[in-house]
T-cell receptor
């Protein structure tokens, strides 16, 4: 069965600190896709990144970076030098090749204080 | 290019009433998805369409729920005889083709059943 676990319910940091959001997934498929979305207080889910199961290269986009490790079934997200605008709920999600829905984790609420 | 649009943004109704929500996907997107999100949880899949065909429905979608996408463009989600447990955020997303594609979300319709 597919499952996404985000064990960190809430994280609080002070501006400029680095923070890592954990995501562990379960799937029996060999072809699958992993996503991160940001949900700010306005409520709209904003797409951040998509990774397919055959591409384990880490990715960096500005202050954001993602670490995909198939050996531990993890797809962690790091924000470097956090800013107040990063405050939001972040969701990790899984999509398998033979289904067409996203399976979301329960989310991690990040609060960045000035 | 406009994003996914949902209407209304908020709906307050009394138990037992029927409600209908509308979703306008990104133009040229063939796939349209409905999710439900309750407080403190990640979005849960309800159903999705490929053009006008409804291809999958979750067990969460009871007989009181019905979704349509009559011309393969906008979609409606109707809840009949609403119950307090139906109170949630109803999210719509669209994507180009399949599970590999990025799903873009609307701002959602928040339903409160009194």
């Amino acid at each position: 069965a597919q499952k996404v676990t985000q064990a960190q319910t809430e994280i609080s940091v002070v501006e400029k600190e680095d923070v890592t959001l954990d995501c562990v997934y379960e799937t029996r498929d060999t072809t699958y896709y992993l996503f991160w979305y940001k949900q700010p207080p306005s409520g709209e889910l904003v797409f951040l990144i998509r990774r397919n199961s055959f591409d384990e290269q880490n990715e960096i986009s500005g202050r954001y970076s993602w670490n995909f490790q198939k050996s531990t079934s993890s797809f962690n997200f790091t924000i470097t030098a956090s800013q107040v605008v990063d405050s939001a709920v972040y969701f990790c999600a899984l999509s398998e090749d033979n289904t067409d829905k996203l399976i979301f984790g329960t989310g991690t609420r990040l609060q960045v204080f000035p | 290019d406009t994003g996914v649009s949902q209407d209304p943004r908020h709906k307050i109704t009394k138990r037992g009433q029927n409600v209908t929500f509308r979703c306008d996907p990104i133009s040229e997107h063939n796939r349209l998805y409905w999710y439900r999100q309750t407080l403190g949880q990640g979005p849960e899949f309800l159903t999705y369409f490929q053009n006008e065909a409804q291809l999958e429905k979750s067990r969460l979608l009871s007989d009181r729920f019905s979704a349509e996408r009559p011309k393969g463009s906008f979609s409606t989600l109707e809840i009949q005889r609403t119950e307090q447990g139906d109170s949630a955020m109803y999210l719509c997303a669209s994507s180009l083709f399949d599970s590999a594609d990025i799903q873009y979300f609307g701002a959602g319709t928040r339903l409160s059943v009194l």
